[in-house]
């Protein structure tokens, strides 16, 4: 039982390239999220999901894309990266948003 | 809709003082809430969390915290605070229904342990 997995732990992008984050849970939970770290700004949600097919927004989805084709995968695109989506990205699964939250290890992402 | 407030991004105690890191929260409905503690370059882990029954509440490493419908506060505490309990201290509210609904987290409390 791996957990919440998350590759790559690191990257470093130019800025317009475009990569995928993933994200992989081994605990057959419906609800899976995206958030990225910033300092002085806590953990913001950029997209959700409450099971295969379904995502939703989160406080700042903009230059991000999301899918959830199966219950155990929930990778993050980023479609043209920027400065400013320098951070660190968390992905998080739980059986719903009731309950309590599993997180990966993080991915450090720098976008010169 | 809900939210979560914690006051204080930054809390310094002395070891072996009482730990005191606050939370209040909005919601519509009787929310569940928790606390995280985040170490250094790690993810989030799950200190304790409350939902329905008892509004004391104990988590890990000698963490409790009470939730008080009245002052709509979740805060934790510790009697004495240990080295090791540097970290980022996060609260999060989510609805009971799960459903379509998300978690809301906080900003977070970097507690400081002074030797």
């Known amino acids: 039982n791996a957990g919440v997995t998350q590759t790559p732990k690191f990257q470093v992008l130019k800025t317009g390239q475009s990569m995928t984050l993933q994200c992989a849970q081994d605990?057959?939970?419906?609800?899976m999220s995206w958030y990225r770290q910033d300092p002085g700004m806590g953990l913001r949600l950029i997209h959700y999901?409450?099971?295969?097919?379904?995502?939703d927004q989160g406080e700042v989805p903009n230059g991000y894309n999301v899918s959830r084709s199966t219950t155990e995968d929930f990778p993050l695109r980023l479609l043209s990266a920027a400065p400013s989506q320098t951070s660190v990205y968390f992905c998080?699964?739980?059986?719903?948003?009731?309950?309590?939250?599993?997180f990966g290890p993080g991915t450090r992402l720098t976008v010169t | 809709a809900q939210s979560v407030t914690q006051l204080g991004s930054h809390v310094s105690v002395s070891e072996g003082a009482l730990v005191l890191l606050r939370c209040n929260y909005s919601?519509?409905?009787?929310?569940?809430l928790f606390w995280y503690v985040q170490y250094p370059n790690q993810g989030l882990q799950l200190l304790l969390k409350?939902?329905?029954?008892?509004?004391l509440v104990k988590g890990i490493n000698g963490f409790e915290a009470e939730f008080k419908k009245s002052e709509t506060s979740f805060h934790l505490t510790k009697p004495s605070a240990h080295m090791s309990d540097a970290a980022e201290y996060f609260c999060?509210?989510?609805?009971?229904?799960?459903?379509?609904?998300?978690?809301?987290f906080g900003i977070g409390t970097k507690l400081q342990v002074i030797p």
């Open positions: 999060a509210v989510s609805p009971p229904s799960g459903g379509y609904q998300k978690v809301t």
């Open positions: 998080a699964s739980s059986r719903t948003s009731a309950y309590e939250q599993y």
């Open positions: 409350y939902t329905t029954g008892a509004t």
């Open positions: 919601s519509s409905v009787p929310p569940y």
């Open positions: 999901s409450v099971g295969a097919g379904i995502t």
């Open positions: 605990m057959n939970h419906e609800y």
